[in-house]
């Protein structure tokens, strides 16, 4: 079992900056890929950022590609997710999430998850 527990949400002005943390306990941590996925009222969660399990490869969602930067630190067993320029858009839960491997976008594959965090981006 892989425990994961969020911080860093949080009410922010339109053009603001969060930045996420994901707390990861249990199994060994740089087994597993880590990404961030995001779901607003009424609809299905998506995809948001990937990163490898060393921390080499990330990968983003188009819609937040060049604002926000996925990154981790094994010897803490933490990811982040750094948000800036955030948009109401943006406004969701974001949930942290586990995948023993490589790097992935597909909620169906994701092993574990976070509780979520909320986020809310006021214009």
């Known amino acids: 079992q892989v425990q994961l527990v969020e911080s860093g949400g949080g009410l922010v002005q339109a053009g603001g900056s969060l930045r996420l943390s994901c707390a990861a306990s249990g199994r060994t941590f740089s087994n597993y890929a880590m990404g961030w996925f995001r779901q607003a009222p009424g609809k299905d969660r998506e995809f948001v950022a990937t990163i490898s399990k060393n921390g080499g490869s990330t990968y983003y969602a188009d819609s937040v590609k060049g604002r926000f930067t996925i990154s981790r630190n094994n010897a803490e067993n933490t990811v982040y997710l750094q948000m800036n320029s955030l948009k109401p858009e943006d406004t969701a839960v974001f949930y942290c999430?586990?995948?023993?491997?490589?790097?992935?976008?597909?909620?169906?594959?994701?092993?574990?998850w976070g509780q979520g965090t909320q986020v809310t981006v006021s214009s």
């Open positions: 999430a586990a995948k023993y491997g490589r790097t992935f976008a597909d909620a169906s594959r994701v092993d574990y």
